[in-house]
């Protein structure tokens, strides 16, 4: 039977690799002298879709989590809490690479003071992560649009789960899904879109289908499987996962039937790893879990150091296998630095910070 308390550490290693894949996908542009070797500029071409997957997980542990709240509290507030929750922790992993961008961005480029205004001026739009809301145009921190989306539009996705769970369990989560995909390939070909609006529609879409995911789990938990029945399970795992990475990795299907192709082999291999009866739940220890955490953080910050590179490179002769290196380590180490951050450093600063400006007492307001 599934345990959803436990973290899954199969998918913990997808997260990780899924943001080491996004990665790949900003490379080419900022590694100098790159077009240079061979099938550098078609790095990771697909990249993109491993955004489908952070979809998938995030709809499908926000749909478990809300099973778990009282029947008899308002959804609202819990919605509420909830998505603070979240957006706390986005805002502490995500909000100093905003900062550094803006700050390496005027630095690097020695602009005036006027155009350092104009500049900065876009920041409170990307730091406060409302880039999907198309409040500002202007970007720096372009990746960080899917953390927009994300917060934009889970909370709609849990009102209907919560309020609506009948029709919504049962027709409007494998409904909505594939008309808002089909709606993408129609207007873009493909799932690469991050125009505000468009965007909204991606997280929407792969939300509801990671809700989806969970009701298939839920359903599928009620039965026991078979040695056999395991391997096949642990077998389609794997296949299915490193198909993902053929098709983002390569050019040898065109889109939209890659980017279909994706969604379903990442669909169906999550399903079989959230159950937890294959193989891959024995996959479990800190190891794992410090990759599944540290995805997220890598994806927030490798734009910011792909930038400092591309900007070394420009002044001192680093030869590409050097930037590579340079990305790849620092990219890593400012994805631990940030987790440290957003798990011990801030809330430590938050504690002192209340206890500094509150003081708690018996005192009755009047």
């Not at 077009?35 to 499908?60: I, T």
């Not at 809301?133 to 921190?141: C, E």
């Not at 494998?174 to 070909?189: D, E, F, I, R, S």
């Not at 680093?318 to 951050?341: E, K």
Request: proline letters at 5%; hydrophobic letters at 50%; one cysteine or more.
């Amino acid at each position: 039977m599934e345990k959803p308390q436990r973290r899954n550490g199969w998918v913990d290693l997808w997260r990780f690799l899924a943001a080491l894949c996004i990665l790949c996908v900003h490379l080419p542009a900022g590694l100098r002298g790159a077009v240079s070797l061979p099938g550098a500029s078609l790095l990771m071409p697909a990249g993109y879709l491993y955004v489908e997957f952070f979809f998938l997980v995030s709809g499908y542990l926000a749909a478990a989590h809300a099973e778990r709240w009282p029947q008899q509290e308002p959804c609202e507030m819990r919605i509420g809490g909830y998505m603070a929750q979240k957006y706390r922790y986005f805002l502490c992993v995500a909000g100093p690479c905003v900062v550094l961008e803006y700050i390496s961005n005027n630095a690097w480029a020695h602009v005036g003071f006027w155009d350092n205004v104009r500049i900065l001026l876009g920041m409170p739009a990307e730091f406060l992560l409302l880039k999907a809301s198309g409040i500002n145009p202007y970007t720096l921190a372009g990746p960080l649009w899917y953390l927009s989306a994300l917060l934009l539009a889970l909370p709609v996705v849990l009102y209907l789960a919560v309020r609506c769970h009948d029709i919504f369990r049962a027709y409007l989560v494998w409904a909505l899904p594939p008309v808002c995909y089909g709606w993408l390939l129609m207007t873009y070909g493909n799932f690469d879109c991050m125009a505000a609006g468009s965007c909204l529609v991606r997280a929407f879409a792969g939300l509801c289908l990671g809700a989806g995911l969970r009701y298939i789990v839920v359903h599928l938990a009620q039965y026991s499987f078979t040695g056999p029945g395991r391997a096949l399970m642990t077998l389609w795992e794997a296949a299915a996962m490193l198909g993902t990475l053929v098709l983002a990795g390569t050019d040898l299907v065109p889109s939209p039937t890659r980017d279909l192709a994706f969604l379903l082999l990442t669909a169906t291999a999550l399903v079989s790893a959230f159950l937890g009866q294959s193989g891959t739940a024995r996959l479990q220890g800190r190891a794992f879990t410090l990759l599944g955490k540290i995805s997220f953080p890598l994806y927030c910050c490798h734009s910011l150091v792909i930038e400092q590179v591309d900007q070394l490179a420009k002044r001192i002769t680093i030869p590409v296998s050097g930037q590579f290196g340079l990305i790849l380590a620092g990219s890593l180490l400012a994805a631990v630095l940030l987790l440290w951050m957003a798990e011990t450093l801030f809330p430590w600063l938050g504690q002192r910070l209340k206890s500094a400006l509150i003081r708690k007492d018996n005192a009755c307001v009047r």
